[in-house]
């Protein structure tokens, strides 16, 4: 008997489960270089001797960083590349950007054939 009711109970409330279950609609939407202006890579080219058994954080990636460095209240974006230079964006709002990197200060391209694993952006002398 005891049984009998948890299986009649087990099927109610299953029964009633597609009607709680929506579709939830995506938090995020994948913009096109073309639309942002975006156009960052993180290439790595493994090698026999420059490989994850030679350096184990090899696939960690590179980093970014977001602030607003013009006090425009606008997010901007640095990125790191492992192997490649990096890029400073510029927000011109409505999620356009601008590629200011060498006219910024070009060695924020980093060292040619330095290896990059991240990026941190603060304010230091707090001016905003």
Known sequence: MQNSISLIITTVLLSWLPIAVKAQQPLFELLPPKTTNIRFSNDINETEHLNVLAYEYFYNGGGIAVGDINNDGLDDLFFTANMGP???????????????TRDAAKELEGRSGAWKTGVTMSDVNGDG
């Open 86 to 100: 990096n890029k400073l964006y510029l927000n011109q709002g409505n999620l356009k950007f601008k590629d200011i």
